[in-house]
């Protein structure tokens, strides 16, 4: 009969030891959680591209595998529906993010189990959703949308982007990881849209 370690049974030796090589991963996690709630999320939607944004913009896109897309500037709502509408998310950036989030979560199991990471990640998301919501109906408000859709798309990609990026963080990559950068241009008050032919959306 299997031991149920809730009520207080010790854990074996084993698990004592999976739980030591998982420690470090759930703290990168923890750490990486506790600066979400402060992102300024979409607080520059449509204003000009400065040139911190254009950087980690061309480098998302270099990093994704197409070096000869640039980015450019969405500068109003209606456009960023249309961009986000009419989006290719079967195309070969939306493959190769694919690609990505299959190979991290490979690499993940190296560092944690699927049931850690599942906590890790749901405290990052407790920690951010509420924040990325408020913050996308707030500027659809601000902007004078009526269409809500919009907005809960705005903050559904900033979830996306979080998942990615607490994957990236929770196996160590390097800080131009694709999803850590693309986490990076929502933390300058954007909304990333996506790669449209050789053109990467930037709202």
């Known amino acids: 009969m299997s031991m149920d370690h809730s009520g207080g049974d010790p854990l074996s030796d084993a698990e004592l030891e999976d739980l030591a090589l998982e ?5 990168l996690l923890r750490d990486f959680a506790r600066v979400l709630a402060d992102i300024p999320w979409f607080t520059e939607l449509g204003t000009p591209l400065n040139a911190e944004t254009k950087t980690l913009g061309q480098a998302y896109v270099d990093q994704l595998g197409f070096p000869d897309a640039r980015p450019a500037r969405i500068s109003n709502w209606d456009d960023a529906t249309i961009a986000a509408e009419s989006g290719d998310w079967n195309g070969g950036a939306w493959e190769a993010e694919e690609g ?5 979560s490979t690499d993940l199991l190296d560092v944690l189990s699927e049931e850690a990471f599942e906590i890790g990640f749901t405290y990052a998301a407790s920690e951010a959703e509420e924040a990325v919501r408020n913050a996308a109906e707030t500027a659809a408000n601000i902007w004078g949308v009526e ?4 907005a809960l798309a705005a903050a559904g990609a900033a979830m996306q982007a979080v998942h990615g990026a607490a994957l990236a963080t929770a196996v160590g990559a390097d800080e131009d990881h694709p999803f850590l950068l693309r986490l990076r241009l929502f933390e300058q008050g954007r909304w990333p849209i996506g790669v449209a032919g050789l053109t990467f959306n930037i709202f």
């Open 23 to 27: 420690m470090p991963a759930l703290a």
């Open 100 to 104: 990505l989030r299959a190979s991290l």
């Open 147 to 150: 269409d809500m859709e919009v």
